[in-house]
């Protein structure tokens, strides 16, 4: 429990003792209005939200470490080292392999190197069945703790903007070189003994890459195909300016939300970290060039966890709130609730979950924020992680929340005829055949991906399943999800990309698929036919390698008006050690790979990513939440600034409803431009992007070499509802556009960002 018990009133009290309850809601706690009752003095959390708090880690205590495996290594290192005392011959070798392994994944290295190079001593005279094999797999345990050390002493505790970013080269090679040395000669002892061993033929070339040996000092028979770390075409190298502006967080996996939370005209940062200690953060836009952490004063202190949030203005006051989304991965022990921070307008937070009536205790990091059925009120869908299969205990259907707008919810899903009782990863909400009504599609790990249409009238909300006819099945392991017109033809397209099925380390697995075309594991393209079919364009768009994806998102980096995308990569397991990917588009028709050109390519994990202007340039900058699962595998988060400025044309549109919700999520433009002269449209979605990131809801919109803007329209979020039509728009301009009403031209200043040498709060390895 936290300790803030002193202050918990009567009140708070009967919230604890009504959320001690399983995957379920609570209808009968309500707030009868949209106003914000509770006072809030900045800085101190609210009674409502020390009461979720405690709720929150309440549960988390419960998780049982030995039935998890992605986290809580220190606990279970700390009963498998006792086992292991206790134990002599080949059962305390076999607790002492175990043992290591979670203090390797606790980030305690050194004592992991120190029990593995413990077990090959005592090994060696031992007579053991498949006693090679054994020794080799316990030289790759070694090996990649050598080459995490090398991570550790260097990447992250002598930090710089080029660490871990390949190609390694200038400052991003390692100053203190023991652990790759280390690496370097273990792998290539591993590799005389199991040449085919594609994982460690790739680690080893990056721990030589590392030394500045790469290739030269790796035997040719070793080294990695001519090419394999380069771009086939140029593009601006974006660079890591985060430990300048104070943004270089470090810590674990998470969420981020790039949005004006304050309503000042300026993008602020929310990011979460899915740890159990892991404190929220709110970074303001201080509209100087710089940021501020106001977390504190936020009311936010001991509001933790969460492996991605969703922003949205679900009660329509206009201010920008954030759903917290926890349990993810934890299966049956991943009863922890979400919250829902509701902005209170003046600079606070409050913890709403209970009183909005969306509390539950499932499994989950994906949501959708949406008008389900066109009543101008967001209503909320959560994809949980079930297991059939296993049982009633894994059993977590999703959740359908109906907004009932006046700040509660009621849970419809069965009603919706929203039957999808799988472990659900992601999930993205869109008109796919432009009725109006925003449909749904969801992601499944070991499954077939579902698309919902959205046939919702007057008597509720209601869905048709047309997975069967509609092609967007695969992949069969997939996880982030978001819809897009990525070649402006005015219908929303599907990208799903691939996740590991743990088959093969991912390092051999994409070295194995190197230069083919048909990857199982490559994302999917699916282009919409407008007929509620889809067509897979992966391979024709090239699309063609494997990439293993997590935090995801999309954004229009050079303003030529089609859509990029950067794709975070890896999964828990430490030797996933692949780059992050970024993809440009080129003209609706292909995509290139740009990661090594552009600066991209970091090899540690990355989550939730978030593209926005943030210093009034006219271009997108990004935020990318890094860090792993295990509590070791930590990382400073990243911020690209954008290089390429006023090389292309702009617009910025700010949205705001009336009859549609206050900040127009699923709206969409339509912008007529003359470019070089020809006509052609380019099109864009009010929505955060990727079902694990978070964009900015103003539309920021690039217009290529465009002459003029001849004319737009705005589909607002309404079914059977006119477009409204707009006119004398300016190129490289901001508009705040009030439904129904005249374009208003707001000020932009254009700040650059301030860089300071700075050291910001760091977790402790």
């Known amino acids: 429990m936290v300790i803030y018990a002193e202050r918990i009133s009567i009140k708070c009290l009967l919230f604890l003792a009504l959320i001690f309850s399983g995957c379920t809601t609570n209808p009968s706690i309500n707030n009868p209005s949209n106003e914000h009752d509770s006072i809030h003095h900045s800085g101190t959390p609210d009674e409502e939200t020390v009461a979720m708090m405690d709720s929150v880690q309440l549960a988390q205590s419960k998780v049982d470490p030995m039935k998890v495996t992605v986290f809580m290594s220190n606990e279970r290192a700390r009963i498998y080292k006792e086992r292991a005392e206790a134990l ?159 943004l270089d967080t470090r810590g674990l996996a998470g969420g981020v939300a790039i949005e004006d939370f304050d309503n000042d005209g300026l993008l602020d940062i929310m990011a979460s970290e899915w740890g159990f200690s892991d404190q929220i953060k709110l970074y303001k836009n201080k509209g100087d060039g710089s940021f501020g952490d106001v977390t504190i004063e936020a009311g936010l202190t001991g509001v933790t966890g969460g492996l ?249 980096l050079d303003n030529d008006g089609y859509p990029d995308f950067y794709l975070g990569t890896g999964e828990p397991n430490l030797k996933s050690i692949v780059p992050n990917k970024m993809y440009w588009n080129r003209g609706g028709k292909t995509f290139s790979d740009i990661t090594y050109s552009g600066g991209f390519g970091n090899i540690q994990k990355g989550h939730g990513v978030g593209f926005g202007d943030m210093d009034n340039d006219g271009d997108q900058d990004m935020y990318v939440i890094m860090g792993g699962s295990f509590e070791g595998d930590v990382y400073q988060n990243i911020f690209f600034e954008n290089p390429i400025g006023q090389k292309n044309k702009w617009i910025i549109l700010r949205l705001e409803g009336v009859q549609s919700n206050r900040k127009a999520i699923g709206a969409r433009v339509e912008i007529e431009i003359t470019e070089k002269g020809v006509t052609r449209k380019i099109y864009e979605m009010v929505s955060p992007g990727s079902s694990f990131g978070g964009n900015s809801l103003q539309l920021e919109i690039g217009l290529g070499q465009a002459e003029k803007i001849i004319s737009a329209r705005i589909f607002w979020p309404l079914k059977d509802m006119a477009p409204q039509r707009l006119e004398n728009l300016e190129l490289n301009n901001v508009y705040t556009i009030k439904e129904g009403d005249n374009p208003i031209q707001m000020d932009y200043k254009y700040t650059p960002f301030m860089q300071h040498e700075m050291h910001s709060e760091h977790h402790k390895m």
């Open 308 to 556: 991605n949030i969703r922003h949205a203005d679900y009660n329509n006051d206009g201010f920008v709130d954030v759903l917290v989304l926890r349990g993810a991965w934890f299966s049956d022990q991943g009863r922890i609730p979400n919250s829902l921070l509701r902005n209170n307008g003046d600079g606070t937070f409050t913890d709403v979950a209970v009183s909005s009536g969306i509390y539950s205790k499932c499994p989950t990091q994906n949501a959708v924020w949406a008008d389900f059925d066109g009543d101008g009120w967001l209503d909320l869908f959560i994809g949980n992680e079930s297991i059939p299969s296993a049982g009633a205990a894994y059993d977590f259907p999703p959740e359908l929340y109906h907004n009932q707008r006046n700040g509660t919810f009621k849970e419809v899903a069965k009603e919706a005829n929203l039957k999808v009782n799988y472990f659900i990863k992601g999930s993205s909400g869109g008109d796919i055949n432009n009725d109006g009504l925003p449909d749904l599609y969801i992601s499944i790990l070991n499954g077939t991906n579902q698309l919902f249409l959205n046939q919702s009238d007057n008597q509720g909300i209601h869905f048709q399943n047309i997975s069967g006819t509609s092609q967007t099945a695969e992949p069969y392991v997939s996880f982030p999800t978001w819809m897009f017109d990525y070649d402006n033809d005015g219908w929303l397209d599907i990208f799903v990309s691939a996740y590991s099925d743990g088959s093969e380390d991912l390092p051999g697995k994409v070295l194995r698929a190197y230069g083919k075309k048909d990857d199982p594991f490559r994302p999917r393209l699916y282009h919409n036919n407008g007929d509620n079919t889809f067509t897979d364009r992966s391979i024709e768009a090239g699309l063609t390698e494997p990439v293993f994806t997590m935090g995801s998102n999309f954004g229009d």
């Open 88 to 246: 002599q011959g080949l059962d305390k070798l076999n607790y002492l392999v175990i043992y290591g392994f979670e203090e390797l994944k606790a980030g305690n290295t050194e004592t992991a190197i120190d029990v593995f190079e413990q077990v090959l001593t005592m090994a060696d005279p031992m007579t053991i069945p498949g006693k090679e094999q054994t020794m080799l797999e316990m030289k790759k345990l070694l090996a990649l703790a050598a080459l995490r050390l090398g991570e550790q002493e260097n990447c992250i505790l002598n930090h710089t903007s080029a660490s871990c970013i390949l190609p390694i080269e200038g400052e991003g090679q390692h100053t203190n070189t023991k652990g790759s040395a280390m690496a370097m000669q273990l792998y290539k002892e591993i590799l005389k003994e199991s040449p085919e061993d594609l994982t460690s033929k790739v680690l080893l070339n990056i721990a030589a890459m590392t030394l500045g040996k790469f290739p030269e000092g790796i035997p040719s028979s070793m080294q990695l195909p001519k090419g394999y770390f380069e771009s086939n075409v140029d593009f601006p190298h974006f660079t890591d300016i985060a430990s300048g502006l104070g």
